[in-house]
T-cell receptor, first 118, second 113 residues
Framework: AQTVTQSQPEMSVQEAETVTLSCTYD???????LFWYKQPPSRQMILVIR??????QNATENRFSVNFQKAAKSFSLKISDSQLGDAAMYFC???????????????FGKGTKLTVNP | KAGVTQTPRYLIKTRGQQVTLSCSPI?????VSWYQQTPGQGLQFLFE???????NKGNFPGRFSGRQFSNSRSEMNVSTLELGDSALYLC????????????FGEGSWLTVV
């Protein structure tokens, strides 16, 4: 079974600084997707960024970027120029790839609570 | 375009009762998944439906059930509620096609007393 591990239960960063959240995963499959979701106090899960395992290039979305190390099974999230609105729980998630119509089940890590200090 | 809508947002039930939660996916989406979120267990997959068929099921007792209607709306039911069922129940939808992004609703907060 696939597992996702987030080793940092809490992190803090100063506004405008950069922070990196860690995530490792375990799978025997070669085709999969990785995601970072943000969950603010409202509790709605918001997709931050996604990475396809077959792509070597690291995904980037504005101030958010990932460092995807497939061999090491590592998928860290870097937040640049941190803003107060970035404060939230961040979850790393794994999803199998596969044929059209296959399951879209997400396996989540335990989450990292990010605090942004003004 | 409306997002994933879950109702009710908050509810309180008594042990032994049953509860039904509803989820309306984004228009055009055919896949709906349900997750339970608790402080102790984190986010756990409950089940997934695609075109009215259950495509996958998590490791939960039979008291947890779900279904999907022809308009892709989904309901989940929990019978004989236990205190440990208190949780945030999140619904997610996607077009159901390989590689599409999954979108979440705001969740239904269930408290069992």
């Amino acid at each position: 079974a696939q597992t996702v591990t987030q080793s940092q239960p809490e992190m803090s960063v100063q506004e405008a600084e950069t922070v990196t959240l860690s995530c490792t995963y375990d799978t025997s499959e070669s085709d999969y997707y990785l995601f970072w979701y943000k969950q603010p106090p409202s509790r709605q899960m918001i997709l931050v960024i996604r990475q396809e395992a077959y792509k070597q290039q690291n995904a980037t979305e504005n101030r958010f970027s990932v460092n995807f190390q497939k061999a090491a099974k590592s998928f860290s999230l870097k937040i640049s120029d941190s803003q107060l609105g970035d404060a939230a729980m961040y979850f790393c998630a794994y999803r199998r790839g596969g044929a059209r119509g296959g399951s879209e089940k997400l396996v989540f890590g335990k989450g990292t609570k990010l605090t942004v200090n003004p | 375009k409306a997002g994933v809508t879950q109702t009710p947002r908050y509810l309180i039930k008594t042990r032994g009762q049953q509860v039904t939660l509803s989820c309306s996916p984004i228009s055009g989406h055919r896949s709906v998944s349900w997750y339970q979120q608790t402080p102790g267990q984190g986010l756990q997959f409950l089940f997934e439906y695609f075109s009215e068929t259950q495509r996958n099921k998590g490791n939960f007792p039979g008291r947890f059930s779900g279904r999907q209607f022809s308009n892709s709306r989904s309901e989940m039911n929990v019978s004989t509620l236990e205190l440990g069922d208190s949780a945030l129940y999140l619904c997610a939808s996607s077009p159901g096609v390989y590689g599409n992004t999954i979108y979440f609703g705001e969740g239904s907060w269930l408290t069992v007393v």
